[in-house]
């Protein structure tokens, strides 16, 4: 993976995060990469909260991934804490290189280290090549998800 670094998202990582989380069919209906403004709003607002952590995956100076994970303390299940993993996104020309696995493997080390039991997520069920690399990675599809459009 040569000189990868995975740090927290700044906002001058902005355009390219904004970039690569429209860079697919479902993406390209909901995101904006022409306006930045509330791209900026929402960094501010995760930079704010300490359960919040947007990362980047950079190399040789270049944003290449990025996924966002949200620790949330809770009572089931014993009081156990756990981790949500959201917005994984892999530039395109680095796909099928192992960095999705690289920023997974990030998640559940700080996931741990955060002291949570379980880490979970979600995928659109259109996204299957995503569905086969989460179970390879020793994910379960235990659940069904629902979403509510607010």
């Not at 704010?48 to 991934?65: K, M, S, T």
């Not at 955060?114 to 569905?131: I, N, P």
């Amino acid at each position: 993976m040569g000189d990868l670094e995975i740090r927290a998202a700044t906002a001058d990582d902005l355009p390219a995060i904004v970039a690569m989380l429209a860079d697919d069919p479902l993406g390209a209906q909901r995101e904006s990469p022409d306006d930045l403004t509330p791209y900026r709003t929402a960094l501010a607002r995760l930079a704010a909260d300490p359960n919040q952590h947007l990362v980047v995956a950079v190399r040789e100076g270049r944003v290449i991934g990025t996924l966002q994970l949200t620790i949330i303390p809770g009572l089931s299940h014993r009081g156990a804490t756990r981790a949500l993993i959201e917005a994984v996104r892999i530039h395109a020309d680095e796909r099928g290189s192992g960095l999705g696995s690289k920023l997974i493997e990030w998640a559940i080390d700080t996931s741990r280290q955060l002291g949570c039991r379980m880490v979970q997520l979600t995928s659109d069920k259109t996204r299957t090549d995503a569905h086969r690399f989460y179970e390879r990675l020793g994910f379960t599809a235990s659940h069904e998800g629902f979403k509510l459009r607010l």
